[in-house]
């Protein structure tokens, strides 16, 4: 099976800025979503954004809203994920997850997305 895979994690000062990207499969699919989802050291992993492919809908958390952007590639299955104004709290690995059949209102629940991308570091660190 297809995988999403991601890159452009690494290593970034408090304020910086990031662009992450995830090559994604393209599924046909009712309510076909590409999210984010991170997990930091010791902690649970954790939504952190999400793009419904055909109306672009998107949603955030709100720790990164206003920081973070989603969006689409208009020439590829891709999805690319602005950050800005990153801070050390922002420390994690980033996954790309897919999935289909997802309602609005459970988007942000990991157990949706049924294919996952092996991750990409982040640090934000001095």
């Known amino acids: 099976q297809v995988l999403p895979v991601e890159s452009g994690g690494g290593l970034v000062q408090p304020g910086g800025s990031l662009t992450l990207s995830c090559a994604a499969s393209?599924?046909?699919?009712?309510?076909?979503?590409i999210a984010w989802f991170r997990q930091g050291p010791g902690t649970e992993r954790e939504f952190v954004a999400a793009?419904?492919?055909?109306?672009?809908?998107?949603v955030y958390s709100d720790s990164v809203k206003g920081r973070f952007t989603i969006r689409r590639d208009n020439y590829k299955n891709t999805v690319v994920l602005q950050m800005n104004s990153l801070t050390p709290d922002d420390t994690a690995v980033y996954y790309c997850?897919?999935?289909?059949?997802?309602?609005?209102?459970?988007?942000?629940?990991?157990?949706?997305?049924?294919?996952w991308g092996q991750g990409t570091q982040v640090t934000v660190s001095s």
């Open positions: 997850a897919e999935g289909t059949g997802i309602i609005l209102s459970s988007i942000r629940n990991q157990r949706n997305y049924a294919y």
């Open positions: 393209g599924r046909a699919g009712s309510h076909y979503t």
């Open positions: 793009i419904r492919w055909s109306s672009r809908t998107t």
